[in-house]
């Protein structure tokens, strides 16, 4: 799977995490993840998205979530 790690900058509003869900994390531009934590022990590139000016820390890779301490390890 391509995972795309992005700053939450919209983190502590409703449905948007807390202030600490600092990461949001997409699966194959399908799914997103709000984490604490992440941790890539996968070779990873930057990227800008195509519709916005947003750039995000793009990897492939296995998606493992540790929810006690709201972490998201990509192998």
Same mark, same amino acid.
């Given at each position: ?5 992005? /700053? ?17 994390? /997409? ?7 709000? /984490? ?7 070779? $990873?590139? $930057?990227?800008?998205?195509?519709? $916005?000016?947003?750039?995000?820390? $793009? ?17």
């Amino acid at each position: 799977m391509k995972y795309s790690i992005r /700053f939450n900058k919209t983190r502590g509003q409703p449905g948007r995490g807390t202030l600490d869900h600092v990461w949001r994390v /997409f699966e194959d531009h399908k799914k997103e993840y709000l /984490f604490k934590n992440v941790k890539i022990n996968v070779p $990873s590139y $930057s990227e800008k998205e195509s519709i $916005s000016d947003d750039w995000n820390i $793009s990897c492939e890779g296995t998606l493992v979530i540790d929810k006690e301490t709201s972490t998201a390890i990509i192998n």
